[in-house]
């Protein structure tokens, strides 16, 4: 009876490791195609930082 358990629980894992690689792989994706597309702001030169100061 333990063994049926045993062995049902590792072919549970089997069965499910392919789908949370695949999720994993897909939110690291998405995470990596949200960043890509960022739009930060350039740098603004120190005289033009000084002007909008004043």
């Given at each position: 009876?333990?063994?049926?358990?045993?062995?049902?629980?590792?072919?549970?894992?089997?069965?499910?490791?392919?789908?949370?690689?695949?999720v994993?792989?897909?939110?690291?994706?998405?995470?990596?195609?949200?960043?890509?597309t960022?739009?930060?702001?350039?740098?603004?030169?120190?005289?033009?930082?000084?002007?909008?100061?004043?």
């Amino acid at each position: 009876m333990q063994e049926d358990i045993a062995q049902d629980s590792y072919s549970t894992v089997r069965q499910l490791r392919p789908v949370v690689i695949t999720v994993i792989a897909a939110k690291l994706a998405v995470f990596v195609l949200l960043m890509t597309t960022v739009n930060f702001q350039p740098p603004l030169p120190a005289s033009v930082e000084v002007a909008e100061a004043r």
